[in-house]
């Protein structure tokens, strides 16, 4: 049998096939599936400093490749995330990741500051998010930016940090070196893709918000780009994101340099997918004489 286990920061993951915040709740959710013991981790869904519930509906819409969502962020907070969600998969036998998100670099490092006092193993920083203190532009707007969050996180986070970085057209390398420069064990890559789709019958946009976020099959070839750009910028590990369907999407993203991938979108079609993955994944490995992801991992051919 090949062997799955991935480090990243000093962490173990015992597959390297993680679920994407959004899609998990907070992991109960899913044991109805299957024991979450499975995975090799699990991302819980984005949790702000205090309680919100998200935006208007509709927040959420299919797309032909994929899902146009900007539900807002609806969560139960920060308190409930510390003293209810992640008690609650204590021992659950797989890596748990809090992803957080705040509208200031002070609340990011505060709000990462209590969840590394928490039994989460490693903790995500959502960088799509709006930075009330410069006109609500994302804080992965550049790299300045990511600097200046990633720099006060830092300092308050104990725990191993992932830097999540939102799609930037031309400036990932850059995003990620930042997020390195200033600590940061990881980076994870990409969150949603701006997006909007009209109903052509009554003229209004299907999301309330207008505009909002891609994700799924249709972003895979954009997010394959960046995260082999990423790899290729930076020393600290990526984990990949975006349209992983199917384990040989898993392959692909691990061969552009990914150490792990996160699996989101596809589970609202097959709660299923990331089992599948896994087990094609370990398949793929025997077939091609691979004894470990390392094997895998890095190992795109590029043309000279
Ligand atoms: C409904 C929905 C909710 C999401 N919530 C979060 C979140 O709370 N935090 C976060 O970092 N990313 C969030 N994302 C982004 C996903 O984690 C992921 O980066 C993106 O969907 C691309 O992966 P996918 O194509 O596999 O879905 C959300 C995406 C969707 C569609």
């Known amino acids: 049998m090949p062997d799955l286990?991935?480090?990243?920061?000093?962490?173990?993951?015992?597959?390297?096939?993680i679920i994407a915040s959004g899609f998990f709740g907070y992991?109960?959710?899913?044991?109805?599936?299957?024991?979450?013991?499975?995975?090799?981790?699990?991302?819980?869904?984005?949790?702000?400093?205090?309680?919100?519930?998200?935006?208007?509906?509709?927040?959420?819409?299919?797309?032909?490749?994929?899902v146009l969502s900007n539900t807002g962020m609806p969560?139960?907070?920060?308190?409930?995330?510390?003293?209810?969600?992640?008690?609650?998969?204590?021992?659950?036998?797989?890596?748990?990741?809090?992803?957080?998100?705040?509208?200031?670099?002070?609340d990011?490092?505060?709000?990462?500051?209590?969840?590394?006092?928490?039994?989460a193993d490693m903790i995500e920083i959502n960088l799509a998010a709006a930075n009330i203190e410069n006109s609500g532009l994302s804080f992965g707007v550049d790299a300045k930016s990511v600097e200046s969050v990633v720099k006060k996180v830092r300092i308050?986070?104990?725990?191993?940090?992932?830097?999540k970085l939102p799609p930037h057209l031309t400036q990932i390398p850059d995003l990620?070196?930042?997020?390195?420069?200033?600590?940061a064990d990881a980076v994870s890559l990409i969150g949603t893709v701006f997006g909007m789709r009209i109903d052509i019958q009554t003229r209004h946009p299907l999301l309330k918000s207008n505009t909002g976020g891609l994700s799924?099959?249709?972003?895979?070839?954009?997010?394959l780009r960046m995260v082999w750009q990423a790899a290729n910028a930076v020393k600290i590990p990526v984990i990949g994101i975006g349209g992983i369907s199917r384990w040989q999407d898993a392959a692909e993203m691990l061969l552009a340099g990914a150490k792990a991938v996160e699996v989101g979108s596809a589970l609202f079609s097959d709660p299923f997918a990331p089992i599948q993955i896994i087990d094609g994944?370990?398949?793929?490995?025997s077939d091609n004489n691979l004894r470990s992801i390392s094997d895998l991992s890095g190992r795109v051919e590029c043309w000279k």
Not at 156 to 163: E, G, N, P, Y
Not at 216 to 223: D, N, S
Not at 281 to 285: K, R, T
Request: neutral net charge.
């Open 108 to 119: 990011f490092a505060r709000i990462a500051g209590l969840v590394s006092e928490s039994c």
């Open 5 to 17: 286990k991935v480090n990243i920061a000093g962490v173990e993951f015992k597959n390297p096939v």
């Open 216 to 223: 799924g099959r249709a972003i895979f070839p954009l997010a």
């Open 75 to 106: 969560n139960p907070g920060l308190e409930i995330l510390l003293h209810e969600a992640l008690p609650q998969l204590n021992g659950s036998g797989t890596v748990v990741i809090a992803n957080v998100a705040a509208g200031t670099a002070d």
């Open 176 to 183: 990620a070196k930042a997020a390195e420069a200033e600590g």
């Open 156 to 163: 308050a986070c104990t725990k191993s940090l992932i830097v």
């Open 27 to 66: 992991g109960k959710e899913y044991e109805r599936f299957y024991p979450l013991s499975q995975l090799g981790g699990v991302t819980l869904n984005g949790t702000t400093p205090v309680p919100k519930d998200g935006s208007p509906t509709p927040r959420i819409a299919e797309t032909p490749a994929g």
């Open 281 to 285: 994944i370990s398949n793929y490995l």
